[in-house]
Protein backbone atom coordinates (compact mmCIF):
# COMPACT_ATOMS: atom_id res chain seq x y z
CA UNK A 1 0.00 0.00 0.00
CA UNK A 2 0.64 3.37 -0.72
CA UNK A 3 2.68 4.40 2.85
CA UNK A 4 2.38 8.29 3.62
CA UNK A 5 6.07 9.71 3.58
CA UNK A 6 5.54 12.87 6.65
CA UNK A 7 3.77 9.55 8.78
CA UNK A 8 6.72 7.15 8.60
CA UNK A 9 9.20 10.47 9.69
CA UNK A 10 6.64 10.97 12.83
CA UNK A 11 6.94 7.23 13.37
CA UNK A 12 10.81 7.80 13.45
CA UNK A 13 10.55 10.68 15.83
CA UNK A 14 8.05 9.20 18.09
CA UNK A 15 10.45 6.37 18.25
CA UNK A 16 13.84 7.92 19.60
CA UNK A 17 11.71 9.95 21.55
CA UNK A 18 10.36 6.92 22.97
CA UNK A 19 13.48 5.62 23.61
CA UNK A 20 15.32 8.51 24.79
CA UNK A 21 13.37 9.12 27.64
CA UNK A 22 12.45 7.40 30.30
CA UNK A 23 9.13 6.26 30.58
CA UNK A 24 6.70 8.79 30.40
CA UNK A 25 3.04 7.09 30.29
CA UNK A 26 1.77 10.38 28.64
CA UNK A 27 4.00 10.00 25.61
CA UNK A 28 2.99 6.40 25.21
CA UNK A 29 -0.38 6.80 25.37
CA UNK A 30 -0.10 9.60 22.44
CA UNK A 31 2.70 7.17 20.68
CA UNK A 32 0.08 4.35 20.66
CA UNK A 33 -2.66 6.66 19.64
CA UNK A 34 -0.62 7.26 16.72
CA UNK A 35 -0.47 3.83 15.83
CA UNK A 36 -4.14 3.26 15.89
CA UNK A 37 -4.58 5.96 13.44
CA UNK A 38 -1.81 5.48 11.26
CA UNK A 39 -1.80 2.01 10.85
CA UNK A 40 1.84 1.71 10.81
CA UNK A 41 3.10 -0.92 12.88
CA UNK A 42 5.53 -1.09 15.75
CA UNK A 43 5.09 -4.53 17.02
CA UNK A 44 7.57 -4.85 19.69
CA UNK A 45 7.67 -1.59 20.98
CA UNK A 46 3.93 -1.46 21.70
CA UNK A 47 4.19 -4.98 23.20
CA UNK A 48 7.02 -3.59 25.64
CA UNK A 49 5.77 -0.24 26.25
CA UNK A 50 2.00 -0.84 26.45
CA UNK A 51 2.48 -3.76 29.20
CA UNK A 52 4.35 -1.42 31.79
CA UNK A 53 1.76 0.99 30.76
CA UNK A 54 -1.25 -0.89 31.40
CA UNK A 55 -0.03 -2.87 34.35
CA UNK A 56 1.69 0.21 36.04
CA UNK A 57 -1.00 3.08 34.84
CA UNK A 58 -4.00 1.17 34.16
CA UNK A 59 -6.11 3.22 37.19
CA UNK A 60 -4.58 6.71 35.68
CA UNK A 61 -5.35 5.86 31.74
CA UNK A 62 -8.89 5.28 32.65
CA UNK A 63 -9.27 8.29 35.56
CA UNK A 64 -7.82 10.74 33.86
CA UNK A 65 -9.14 10.69 30.63
CA UNK A 66 -12.52 10.35 32.31
CA UNK A 67 -12.00 13.80 33.07
CA UNK A 68 -11.57 15.92 29.70
CA UNK A 69 -13.38 13.02 27.39
CA UNK A 70 -16.31 10.74 28.08
CA UNK A 71 -16.03 8.65 25.23
CA UNK A 72 -12.18 8.22 26.22
CA UNK A 73 -12.55 4.74 28.46
CA UNK A 74 -13.31 3.18 25.29
CA UNK A 75 -9.95 4.33 24.59
CA UNK A 76 -8.41 2.92 27.42
CA UNK A 77 -9.69 -0.53 26.35
CA UNK A 78 -8.84 0.06 23.10
CA UNK A 79 -5.74 0.51 24.37
CA UNK A 80 -5.73 -2.83 25.83
CA UNK A 81 -6.76 -4.61 22.61
CA UNK A 82 -4.02 -3.10 21.02
CA UNK A 83 -1.50 -3.88 23.25
CA UNK A 84 -2.58 -7.50 23.86
CA UNK A 85 -2.64 -8.22 19.89
CA UNK A 86 0.70 -6.85 19.76
CA UNK A 87 1.76 -9.49 22.92
CA UNK A 88 0.29 -12.47 20.64
CA UNK A 89 2.26 -10.96 17.81
CA UNK A 90 5.23 -11.11 19.94
CA UNK A 91 4.44 -14.45 21.11
CA UNK A 92 3.93 -13.43 24.86
CA UNK A 93 0.45 -15.46 24.63
CA UNK A 94 1.18 -15.72 29.17
CA UNK A 95 1.35 -12.00 29.12
CA UNK A 96 -1.72 -11.47 26.90
CA UNK A 97 -3.75 -13.85 28.61
CA UNK A 98 -3.00 -12.43 31.88
CA UNK A 99 -4.59 -8.66 30.13
CA UNK A 100 -7.34 -10.00 28.41
CA UNK A 101 -8.33 -12.22 32.00
CA UNK A 102 -7.95 -9.30 34.43
CA UNK A 103 -9.14 -6.40 32.27
CA UNK A 104 -11.28 -7.32 29.13
CA UNK A 105 -13.45 -10.25 30.61
CA UNK A 106 -14.27 -8.43 33.88
CA UNK A 107 -15.39 -5.47 32.05
CA UNK A 108 -17.26 -6.85 29.20
CA UNK A 109 -18.16 -10.16 30.33
CA UNK A 110 -17.69 -13.84 28.65
CA UNK A 111 -20.14 -12.99 25.95
CA UNK A 112 -18.69 -10.22 24.41
CA UNK A 113 -17.60 -11.21 20.47
CA UNK A 114 -14.88 -8.90 20.89
CA UNK A 115 -13.08 -10.15 23.86
CA UNK A 116 -13.85 -13.84 22.79
CA UNK A 117 -11.89 -13.65 19.78
CA UNK A 118 -9.16 -12.10 21.41
CA UNK A 119 -8.87 -15.12 23.77
CA UNK A 120 -9.11 -17.27 20.54
CA UNK A 121 -6.20 -15.62 19.19
CA UNK A 122 -4.58 -16.01 22.28
CA UNK A 123 -5.33 -20.04 22.23
CA UNK A 124 -3.92 -19.77 18.73
CA UNK A 125 -0.91 -18.06 19.66
CA UNK A 126 -0.14 -20.88 22.26
CA UNK A 127 -0.98 -23.43 19.38
CA UNK A 128 -4.09 -24.70 20.55
CA UNK A 129 -5.98 -24.16 17.17
CA UNK A 130 -8.47 -26.70 18.02
CA UNK A 131 -9.90 -24.70 20.70
CA UNK A 132 -9.65 -21.60 19.27
CA UNK A 133 -11.58 -22.94 16.43
CA UNK A 134 -14.15 -23.88 18.16
CA UNK A 135 -14.55 -20.18 19.54
CA UNK A 136 -14.65 -19.03 16.00
CA UNK A 137 -17.61 -21.49 15.45
CA UNK A 138 -19.12 -20.68 17.91
CA UNK A 139 -18.86 -17.07 16.96
CA UNK A 140 -20.12 -17.34 13.44
CA UNK A 141 -22.94 -19.37 14.55
CA UNK A 142 -24.47 -15.90 16.40
CA UNK A 143 -23.09 -13.99 14.08
CA UNK A 144 -22.93 -15.56 10.22
CA UNK A 145 -21.23 -12.10 9.05
CA UNK A 146 -19.17 -11.72 10.93
CA UNK A 147 -15.82 -10.95 8.76
CA UNK A 148 -12.94 -10.98 10.97
CA UNK A 149 -13.70 -14.47 12.76
CA UNK A 150 -13.63 -15.71 8.93
CA UNK A 151 -10.88 -14.43 8.12
CA UNK A 152 -9.14 -15.70 11.70
CA UNK A 153 -10.70 -19.13 10.46
CA UNK A 154 -8.53 -19.16 7.29
CA UNK A 155 -5.64 -18.22 9.48
CA UNK A 156 -5.51 -21.08 12.03
CA UNK A 157 -5.81 -23.07 8.24
CA UNK A 158 -2.79 -21.44 7.11
CA UNK A 159 -0.55 -21.88 10.38
CA UNK A 160 -1.55 -25.30 10.04
CA UNK A 161 -0.29 -25.47 6.83
CA UNK A 162 -3.33 -26.80 5.10
CA UNK A 163 -3.39 -24.41 1.97
CA UNK A 164 -5.86 -26.07 -0.21
CA UNK A 165 -8.25 -25.59 2.46
CA UNK A 166 -7.48 -22.23 3.47
CA UNK A 167 -7.97 -21.92 -0.23
CA UNK A 168 -11.50 -23.36 -0.17
CA UNK A 169 -12.37 -21.28 2.86
CA UNK A 170 -11.60 -18.48 1.34
CA UNK A 171 -12.91 -18.57 -1.53
CA UNK A 172 -16.42 -18.94 0.40
CA UNK A 173 -15.58 -16.10 2.09
CA UNK A 174 -15.14 -14.28 -1.11
CA UNK A 175 -18.38 -15.43 -2.51
CA UNK A 176 -20.05 -12.96 0.03
CA UNK A 177 -17.08 -10.46 0.78
CA UNK A 178 -15.92 -10.15 -3.10
CA UNK A 179 -14.87 -6.27 -2.65
CA UNK A 180 -12.45 -7.58 0.03
CA UNK A 181 -9.08 -6.61 -1.03
CA UNK A 182 -7.16 -7.82 2.32
CA UNK A 183 -8.98 -11.34 1.20
CA UNK A 184 -8.03 -11.25 -2.68
CA UNK A 185 -4.33 -10.55 -1.62
CA UNK A 186 -4.26 -13.41 0.80
CA UNK A 187 -6.13 -15.71 -1.76
CA UNK A 188 -3.32 -14.71 -4.27
CA UNK A 189 -0.14 -15.38 -1.78
CA UNK A 190 -1.91 -18.80 -1.01
CA UNK A 191 -2.17 -19.60 -4.76
CA UNK A 192 1.52 -18.95 -5.36
CA UNK A 193 2.65 -20.82 -2.41
CA UNK A 194 1.06 -23.97 -4.41
CA UNK A 195 2.25 -22.60 -7.62
CA UNK A 196 -1.30 -22.10 -9.18
CA UNK A 197 -0.36 -19.11 -10.84
CA UNK A 198 -3.17 -18.84 -13.16
CA UNK A 199 -5.57 -18.25 -9.86
CA UNK A 200 -3.37 -15.81 -8.35
CA UNK A 201 -3.54 -13.97 -11.54
CA UNK A 202 -7.17 -13.58 -11.47
CA UNK A 203 -6.41 -12.60 -7.63
CA UNK A 204 -4.31 -10.07 -8.97
CA UNK A 205 -6.60 -8.93 -11.39
CA UNK A 206 -9.27 -7.92 -9.12
CA UNK A 207 -6.79 -6.03 -6.63
CA UNK A 208 -6.02 -3.89 -10.03
CA UNK A 209 -9.62 -3.60 -10.30
CA UNK A 210 -10.27 -2.20 -6.47
CA UNK A 211 -7.22 -0.28 -6.81
CA UNK A 212 -6.29 0.54 -10.57
CA UNK A 213 -3.79 3.40 -9.36
CA UNK A 214 -1.50 1.01 -6.99
CA UNK A 215 1.44 0.38 -9.03
CA UNK A 216 2.82 -2.56 -6.83
CA UNK A 217 -0.31 -5.00 -8.22
CA UNK A 218 1.24 -3.98 -11.33
CA UNK A 219 4.47 -5.42 -10.72
CA UNK A 220 3.13 -8.20 -9.31
CA UNK A 221 0.88 -8.69 -11.75
CA UNK A 222 3.02 -8.79 -14.07
CA UNK A 223 5.65 -11.33 -12.11
CA UNK A 224 2.81 -13.56 -12.14
CA UNK A 225 2.41 -13.67 -15.96
CA UNK A 226 5.86 -13.58 -17.00
CA UNK A 227 5.94 -16.43 -14.36
CA UNK A 228 3.74 -18.34 -16.54
CA UNK A 229 5.74 -17.86 -19.71
CA UNK A 230 5.46 -18.07 -23.21
CA UNK A 231 6.11 -15.58 -25.82
CA UNK A 232 3.25 -13.91 -25.78
CA UNK A 233 3.11 -13.51 -21.86
CA UNK A 234 6.42 -12.15 -21.46
CA UNK A 235 5.12 -9.19 -23.96
CA UNK A 236 2.31 -8.80 -21.32
CA UNK A 237 4.03 -8.87 -18.45
CA UNK A 238 6.56 -6.20 -20.09
CA UNK A 239 3.63 -4.46 -20.62
CA UNK A 240 2.67 -4.39 -16.89
CA UNK A 241 5.81 -3.60 -15.77
CA UNK A 242 5.93 -0.74 -18.10
CA UNK A 243 2.53 0.93 -16.78
CA UNK A 244 3.97 0.24 -12.82
CA UNK A 245 7.12 2.18 -14.13
CA UNK A 246 4.14 4.39 -15.06
CA UNK A 247 2.55 4.84 -11.90
CA UNK A 248 5.55 4.96 -10.02
CA UNK A 249 8.62 6.38 -12.10
CA UNK A 250 10.99 8.30 -9.64
CA UNK A 251 12.43 10.37 -12.20
CA UNK A 252 9.13 12.32 -11.73
CA UNK A 253 9.60 12.89 -8.20
CA UNK A 254 12.00 14.33 -5.92
CA UNK A 255 15.87 12.95 -6.08
CA UNK A 256 16.00 13.00 -2.73
CA UNK A 257 14.42 9.37 -2.03
CA UNK A 258 15.87 6.29 -4.07
CA UNK A 259 13.92 5.02 -6.47
CA UNK A 260 11.73 2.10 -5.19
CA UNK A 261 10.94 0.62 -8.49
CA UNK A 262 13.26 -1.35 -9.61
CA UNK A 263 11.61 -4.17 -9.80
CA UNK A 264 10.09 -2.67 -12.97
CA UNK A 265 13.25 -1.93 -14.13
CA UNK A 266 14.84 -5.35 -14.05
CA UNK A 267 11.15 -7.32 -15.22
CA UNK A 268 11.49 -4.90 -18.50
CA UNK A 269 14.95 -6.13 -19.41
CA UNK A 270 14.12 -9.65 -18.17
CA UNK A 271 10.80 -9.62 -20.58
CA UNK A 272 12.37 -9.01 -23.88
CA UNK A 273 15.51 -11.08 -22.99
CA UNK A 274 13.48 -13.80 -22.21
CA UNK A 275 11.42 -13.15 -25.39
CA UNK A 276 13.86 -12.90 -27.83
CA UNK A 277 15.25 -16.56 -26.41
CA UNK A 278 11.90 -18.24 -26.83
CA UNK A 279 11.29 -16.88 -29.84
CA UNK A 280 14.50 -17.20 -31.66
CA UNK A 281 13.82 -14.17 -33.89
CA UNK A 282 16.25 -12.17 -32.01
CA UNK A 283 14.92 -8.76 -31.99
CA UNK A 284 13.10 -8.82 -35.20
CA UNK A 285 9.61 -9.29 -33.59
CA UNK A 286 9.93 -6.30 -31.00
CA UNK A 287 8.42 -2.91 -31.66
CA UNK A 288 10.75 0.18 -31.68
CA UNK A 289 9.72 1.65 -28.86
CA UNK A 290 9.76 -1.97 -26.64
CA UNK A 291 13.40 -1.54 -27.71
CA UNK A 292 14.04 2.12 -26.92
CA UNK A 293 12.15 1.14 -23.67
CA UNK A 294 14.80 -1.89 -23.27
CA UNK A 295 17.64 0.23 -24.07
CA UNK A 296 16.69 3.23 -21.18
CA UNK A 297 15.86 0.36 -18.40
CA UNK A 298 19.63 -0.40 -18.97
CA UNK A 299 20.93 2.99 -18.56
CA UNK A 300 18.61 4.16 -16.04
CA UNK A 301 19.42 0.68 -13.88
CA UNK A 302 23.14 1.58 -14.46
CA UNK A 303 22.95 5.08 -13.21
CA UNK A 304 20.54 4.01 -10.37
CA UNK A 305 23.18 2.06 -9.34
CA UNK A 306 26.35 4.08 -9.77
CA UNK A 307 24.29 6.61 -7.68
CA UNK A 308 22.79 4.82 -4.57
CA UNK A 309 25.09 1.67 -4.02
CA UNK A 310 27.94 2.13 -6.05
CA UNK A 311 29.66 -0.82 -4.99
CA UNK A 312 27.09 -3.04 -6.76
CA UNK A 313 27.82 -1.44 -9.87
CA UNK A 314 29.88 -4.94 -11.32
CA UNK A 315 27.12 -7.18 -10.65
CA UNK A 316 24.49 -4.66 -12.54
CA UNK A 317 27.26 -4.62 -15.24
CA UNK A 318 27.18 -8.06 -15.70
CA UNK A 319 23.68 -9.04 -15.60
CA UNK A 320 23.12 -6.11 -18.48
CA UNK A 321 26.12 -7.73 -20.44
CA UNK A 322 24.55 -11.02 -19.90
CA UNK A 323 20.89 -9.87 -20.95
CA UNK A 324 21.70 -7.96 -23.93
CA UNK A 325 20.18 -8.69 -26.78
CA UNK A 326 20.78 -6.39 -29.61
CA UNK A 327 24.68 -6.89 -29.08
CA UNK A 328 25.01 -10.39 -29.54
CA UNK B 1 -50.13 47.72 29.37
CA UNK B 2 -50.09 48.66 32.91
CA UNK B 3 -52.54 46.43 33.69
CA UNK B 4 -50.87 43.45 31.83
CA UNK B 5 -47.35 44.18 33.92
CA UNK B 6 -49.62 43.56 37.26
CA UNK B 7 -50.86 40.14 36.79
CA UNK B 8 -49.05 38.30 39.36
CA UNK B 9 -48.88 34.70 39.17
CA UNK B 10 -49.86 32.41 41.82
CA UNK B 11 -46.33 31.11 43.62
CA UNK B 12 -48.48 27.76 43.68
CA UNK B 13 -48.47 27.47 40.50
CA UNK B 14 -44.82 27.47 40.41
CA UNK B 15 -45.02 24.85 43.09
CA UNK B 16 -47.97 22.61 41.40
CA UNK B 17 -47.59 23.17 37.31
CA UNK B 18 -44.33 24.49 36.93
CA UNK B 19 -41.95 22.43 38.51
CA UNK B 20 -44.12 19.24 38.60
CA UNK B 21 -44.19 19.38 34.40
CA UNK B 22 -40.24 20.28 34.14
CA UNK B 23 -39.20 16.87 36.67
CA UNK B 24 -42.06 14.36 35.21
CA UNK B 25 -40.13 15.59 31.88
CA UNK B 26 -36.66 15.06 32.85
CA UNK B 27 -37.42 11.43 34.10
CA UNK B 28 -39.22 10.38 31.44
CA UNK B 29 -36.35 11.21 28.99
CA UNK B 30 -34.01 9.68 31.17
CA UNK B 31 -36.83 6.60 31.08
CA UNK B 32 -36.71 6.90 26.99
CA UNK B 33 -32.75 6.90 26.98
CA UNK B 34 -32.28 4.04 29.14
CA UNK B 35 -35.08 2.13 26.86
CA UNK B 36 -33.85 3.27 23.58
CA UNK B 37 -30.61 1.48 24.50
CA UNK B 38 -31.89 -1.48 25.59
CA UNK B 39 -33.75 -1.78 22.42
CA UNK B 40 -30.90 -0.85 20.46
CA UNK B 41 -28.68 -3.87 22.20
CA UNK B 42 -30.73 -6.32 20.34
CA UNK B 43 -28.30 -5.16 17.41
CA UNK B 44 -28.78 -5.77 13.88
CA UNK B 45 -27.92 -8.98 12.26
CA UNK B 46 -26.81 -9.17 8.54
CA UNK B 47 -27.80 -11.53 6.58
CA UNK B 48 -24.61 -13.02 4.32
CA UNK B 49 -26.90 -13.01 1.39
CA UNK B 50 -27.46 -9.31 1.86
CA UNK B 51 -23.90 -8.48 1.89
CA UNK B 52 -23.45 -10.79 -1.01
CA UNK B 53 -26.28 -8.61 -3.13
CA UNK B 54 -24.39 -5.30 -2.11
CA UNK B 55 -21.12 -6.71 -2.30
CA UNK B 56 -21.73 -7.94 -6.16
CA UNK B 57 -23.03 -4.62 -6.85
CA UNK B 58 -20.18 -2.82 -6.17
CA UNK B 59 -17.66 -5.32 -7.51
CA UNK B 60 -19.61 -4.79 -11.32
CA UNK B 61 -19.17 -1.11 -10.68
CA UNK B 62 -15.51 -1.49 -10.22
CA UNK B 63 -15.12 -3.84 -13.61
CA UNK B 64 -17.25 -1.28 -15.03
CA UNK B 65 -15.03 1.69 -14.33
CA UNK B 66 -11.20 -0.18 -14.43
CA UNK B 67 -12.63 -3.41 -16.92
CA UNK B 68 -10.07 -1.15 -19.26
CA UNK B 69 -6.57 -2.32 -17.04
CA UNK B 70 -7.18 -5.80 -17.44
CA UNK B 71 -6.39 -8.05 -20.57
CA UNK B 72 -9.28 -8.69 -22.81
CA UNK B 73 -9.44 -12.16 -21.74
CA UNK B 74 -9.50 -11.82 -18.02
CA UNK B 75 -12.17 -8.94 -18.61
CA UNK B 76 -14.20 -11.29 -20.39
CA UNK B 77 -14.22 -14.16 -18.39
CA UNK B 78 -15.43 -11.87 -15.98
CA UNK B 79 -18.20 -10.43 -18.19
CA UNK B 80 -19.80 -14.33 -18.31
CA UNK B 81 -19.42 -14.62 -14.89
CA UNK B 82 -21.36 -11.60 -14.49
CA UNK B 83 -23.61 -11.30 -17.29
CA UNK B 84 -23.66 -15.05 -18.76
CA UNK B 85 -27.66 -15.80 -20.17
CA UNK B 86 -27.60 -19.02 -18.05
CA UNK B 87 -25.08 -18.54 -15.56
CA UNK B 88 -24.49 -15.05 -14.50
CA UNK B 89 -25.03 -13.77 -10.97
CA UNK B 90 -26.53 -10.66 -12.36
CA UNK B 91 -28.90 -12.68 -14.68
CA UNK B 92 -29.55 -15.64 -12.21
CA UNK B 93 -30.84 -13.25 -9.23
CA UNK B 94 -33.06 -12.06 -12.11
CA UNK B 95 -34.88 -15.04 -13.29
CA UNK B 96 -35.27 -15.84 -8.99
CA UNK B 97 -37.24 -13.01 -7.98
CA UNK B 98 -39.79 -12.89 -11.37
CA UNK B 99 -40.55 -15.90 -10.98
CA UNK B 100 -42.20 -15.18 -7.71
CA UNK B 101 -45.88 -13.64 -8.22
CA UNK B 102 -45.19 -10.76 -5.95
CA UNK B 103 -42.25 -9.88 -8.28
CA UNK B 104 -40.35 -6.86 -7.36
CA UNK B 105 -42.71 -5.48 -4.71
CA UNK B 106 -42.20 -8.60 -3.03
CA UNK B 107 -38.34 -8.62 -3.06
CA UNK B 108 -39.46 -4.43 -1.96
CA UNK B 109 -40.96 -5.96 1.19
CA UNK B 110 -38.71 -8.73 2.27
CA UNK B 111 -36.49 -7.49 4.17
CA UNK B 112 -38.34 -5.84 7.18
CA UNK B 113 -35.67 -5.50 10.09
CA UNK B 114 -35.14 -1.80 8.89
CA UNK B 115 -38.67 -1.41 9.08
CA UNK B 116 -39.28 -2.24 12.49
CA UNK B 117 -35.99 -0.82 13.60
CA UNK B 118 -37.25 2.54 12.69
CA UNK B 119 -40.72 1.17 14.54
CA UNK B 120 -38.98 0.55 17.78
CA UNK B 121 -36.92 3.48 17.40
CA UNK B 122 -40.80 5.61 16.95
CA UNK B 123 -42.64 3.81 19.91
CA UNK B 124 -39.88 4.87 22.08
CA UNK B 125 -40.21 8.60 20.88
CA UNK B 126 -44.02 8.53 19.93
CA UNK B 127 -45.67 6.93 23.00
CA UNK B 128 -44.17 9.37 26.18
CA UNK B 129 -44.73 12.45 23.87
CA UNK B 130 -48.32 11.50 23.51
CA UNK B 131 -49.18 10.26 27.30
CA UNK B 132 -47.23 13.37 28.42
CA UNK B 133 -49.23 15.90 26.09
CA UNK B 134 -52.25 14.30 27.20
CA UNK B 135 -51.49 14.47 30.81
CA UNK B 136 -50.74 18.34 30.27
CA UNK B 137 -53.72 19.21 28.48
CA UNK B 138 -56.10 17.31 30.99
CA UNK B 139 -54.50 18.48 34.60
CA UNK B 140 -52.50 21.86 33.24
CA UNK B 141 -55.11 23.40 31.00
CA UNK B 142 -55.53 26.73 30.76
CA UNK B 143 -53.06 27.75 33.19
CA UNK B 144 -50.73 31.10 32.78
CA UNK B 145 -47.66 29.09 34.13
CA UNK B 146 -44.06 31.37 33.32
CA UNK B 147 -43.72 34.59 32.66
CA UNK B 148 -40.56 35.41 29.65
CA UNK B 149 -38.20 37.77 31.51
CA UNK B 150 -36.11 39.38 28.98
CA UNK B 151 -38.17 40.95 26.30
CA UNK B 152 -41.83 41.21 25.07
CA UNK B 153 -41.89 39.03 21.78
CA UNK B 154 -43.43 40.08 18.99
CA UNK B 155 -47.36 39.03 18.28
CA UNK B 156 -46.38 35.95 16.28
CA UNK B 157 -45.11 34.10 19.23
CA UNK B 158 -48.59 33.81 20.38
CA UNK B 159 -49.27 30.46 19.28
CA UNK B 160 -46.72 29.18 20.35
CA UNK B 161 -46.47 30.05 23.92
CA UNK B 162 -49.60 30.31 24.85
CA UNK B 163 -51.35 27.26 23.39
CA UNK B 164 -54.49 26.35 25.20
CA UNK B 165 -55.52 30.42 26.04
CA UNK B 166 -57.01 31.92 23.59
CA UNK B 167 -56.54 35.27 25.03
CA UNK B 168 -55.45 38.14 22.68
CA UNK B 169 -55.00 40.32 25.34
CA UNK B 170 -52.76 38.80 27.43
CA UNK B 171 -49.10 39.95 26.66
CA UNK B 172 -46.94 37.47 24.60
CA UNK B 173 -44.58 36.92 27.35
CA UNK B 174 -46.78 35.05 29.04
CA UNK B 175 -46.23 31.29 28.67
CA UNK B 176 -49.36 28.81 28.84
CA UNK B 177 -48.91 25.30 30.74
CA UNK B 178 -48.67 23.42 27.74
CA UNK B 179 -46.55 25.62 25.92
CA UNK B 180 -43.82 25.31 28.95
CA UNK B 181 -44.09 21.62 28.16
CA UNK B 182 -43.12 22.17 25.02
CA UNK B 183 -40.33 24.36 25.55
CA UNK B 184 -39.05 21.87 28.48
CA UNK B 185 -39.09 18.64 25.91
CA UNK B 186 -37.28 20.81 22.95
CA UNK B 187 -34.63 22.23 25.92
CA UNK B 188 -34.32 18.75 27.34
CA UNK B 189 -31.94 17.16 24.62
CA UNK B 190 -28.92 19.46 26.16
CA UNK B 191 -29.72 18.76 29.64
CA UNK B 192 -29.64 15.13 28.72
CA UNK B 193 -26.42 14.34 27.55
CA UNK B 194 -24.67 16.44 30.29
CA UNK B 195 -27.00 14.29 32.89
CA UNK B 196 -26.90 10.69 31.01
CA UNK B 197 -24.38 11.02 28.97
CA UNK B 198 -21.41 10.14 32.01
CA UNK B 199 -22.67 7.23 31.89
CA UNK B 200 -20.73 4.66 30.15
CA UNK B 201 -21.86 2.09 27.71
CA UNK B 202 -19.41 -0.69 27.14
CA UNK B 203 -21.70 -2.25 24.19
CA UNK B 204 -21.63 0.96 22.22
CA UNK B 205 -18.47 1.22 20.84
CA UNK B 206 -16.43 -2.10 21.54
CA UNK B 207 -19.18 -4.29 21.19
CA UNK B 208 -20.31 -3.50 18.17
CA UNK B 209 -17.79 -1.20 16.48
CA UNK B 210 -15.73 -4.22 14.38
CA UNK B 211 -18.03 -6.28 14.63
CA UNK B 212 -20.49 -5.98 11.37
CA UNK B 213 -20.22 -2.56 9.60
CA UNK B 214 -23.86 -1.89 8.76
CA UNK B 215 -24.66 -1.16 4.99
CA UNK B 216 -27.25 1.11 4.78
CA UNK B 217 -30.85 -0.55 4.06
CA UNK B 218 -31.98 -0.90 0.53
CA UNK B 219 -34.12 1.08 -0.98
CA UNK B 220 -34.42 0.25 -4.30
CA UNK B 221 -35.22 -3.47 -4.98
CA UNK B 222 -32.25 -5.01 -5.82
CA UNK B 223 -32.92 -7.02 -9.49
CA UNK B 224 -33.36 -3.54 -10.72
CA UNK B 225 -29.85 -2.32 -9.25
CA UNK B 226 -29.09 -6.01 -11.00
CA UNK B 227 -29.92 -5.27 -14.17
CA UNK B 228 -28.62 -1.33 -14.69
CA UNK B 229 -24.83 -2.89 -13.64
CA UNK B 230 -25.51 -5.61 -16.13
CA UNK B 231 -26.47 -2.94 -18.84
CA UNK B 232 -23.64 -1.66 -18.04
CA UNK B 233 -21.44 -4.21 -18.23
CA UNK B 234 -22.59 -5.43 -21.13
CA UNK B 235 -22.33 -2.07 -23.01
CA UNK B 236 -18.56 -2.01 -22.09
CA UNK B 237 -16.32 -1.36 -25.25
CA UNK B 238 -12.90 -3.25 -23.99
CA UNK B 239 -10.26 -0.67 -25.03
CA UNK B 240 -6.87 -1.89 -23.37
CA UNK B 241 -4.85 0.32 -21.62
CA UNK B 242 -1.90 -1.21 -21.96
CA UNK B 243 -1.95 -1.42 -26.12
CA UNK B 244 0.49 1.13 -26.53
CA UNK B 245 2.32 1.45 -23.03
CA UNK B 246 5.53 1.51 -24.02
CA UNK B 247 5.28 4.56 -26.52
CA UNK B 248 3.35 6.57 -24.31
CA UNK B 249 5.57 5.82 -21.25
CA UNK B 250 8.45 7.37 -23.53
CA UNK B 251 6.44 10.17 -24.60
CA UNK B 252 6.21 10.91 -20.77
CA UNK B 253 9.77 10.72 -20.22
CA UNK B 254 10.94 12.72 -23.20
CA UNK B 255 7.81 15.10 -21.73
CA UNK B 256 9.69 15.23 -18.62
CA UNK B 257 12.86 15.92 -19.79
CA UNK B 258 11.40 18.72 -21.94
CA UNK B 259 10.58 20.64 -18.93
CA UNK B 260 13.46 20.23 -17.29
CA UNK B 261 15.71 21.27 -19.49
CA UNK B 262 13.59 24.20 -19.62
CA UNK B 263 13.54 24.57 -16.42
CA UNK B 264 17.62 24.43 -15.72
CA UNK B 265 18.98 26.56 -18.53
CA UNK B 266 22.14 27.09 -16.27
CA UNK B 267 24.94 24.90 -16.55
CA UNK B 268 24.52 21.85 -14.21
CA UNK B 269 23.52 18.81 -16.30
CA UNK B 270 20.91 16.82 -16.01
CA UNK B 271 21.40 13.26 -14.57
CA UNK B 272 23.13 10.51 -16.65
CA UNK B 273 19.93 8.52 -17.49
CA UNK B 274 18.48 11.71 -18.87
CA UNK B 275 21.37 12.50 -21.31
CA UNK B 276 21.85 8.78 -22.54
CA UNK B 277 18.00 9.04 -23.30
CA UNK B 278 18.70 12.10 -25.37
CA UNK B 279 22.24 10.68 -26.51
CA UNK B 280 20.03 7.73 -28.19
CA UNK B 281 17.43 10.45 -29.92
CA UNK B 282 19.97 11.84 -31.51
CA UNK B 283 21.24 8.38 -33.33
Same mark, same amino acid.
Given at each position: ?95 ? &? ?27 ? &? ?42 ? =? ?59 ? #? ?56 ? *? ?19 ? *???? &? ?14 | ?9 ? *? ?121 ? #? ?13 ? *? ?84 ? =? ?48
Amino acid at each position: MDINQSEVAQLKEYREKVYKKSFDAKLVIEFLRFLRITKLRSTRLVADLGSTLLSKYFSKITTENEVTNTFSVCVAYDIVEQVVLALLECNKAKEA &SEFIEDRLVKKFGEKSVRVSRLRAMQLEC &SNTFGKANDIYVGVLEKYPADQLTMKRQVSILKSKGQYQQAITM =LNTYLQAFMIDPEAWLELAHLNIKLLSFKNAMFCYEELILAAPINYIYYVKYAELIYSIGG #AENYIVALKYYTHSLELNNHTSQDNAIPPTNLTALYGIIMCIFSFCNTHGYGTTKLRE *PQIELYQWCQSELRAITAKYT *PHKL &SIVNAFIQHTDVLNK | MNVQEALVLD *PAIRNWVVIPIALILIFVSALKFNIANLMSQTERKQSLQNIMELQTILRAKRLATNSNRIPYQSFNSRKQYFTNRETGILIAKEKNTSSNPMGVLGNAFKDQSGVTDMLKGNIVNFVPQVGLM #AWVNHFFSGFVAVKI *PFFPLTIRFKTFLQRGIEMSSLDVSYVSSLSWYFLCWFGMEGINSILLAEKYQPNSTLYASQLEQGVPPQQQPITQLYTNERENIE =LINHDWLMENVEQRFLNKLKNIEEVKQSNKTSTTKSSSSSSLLKDKKKK
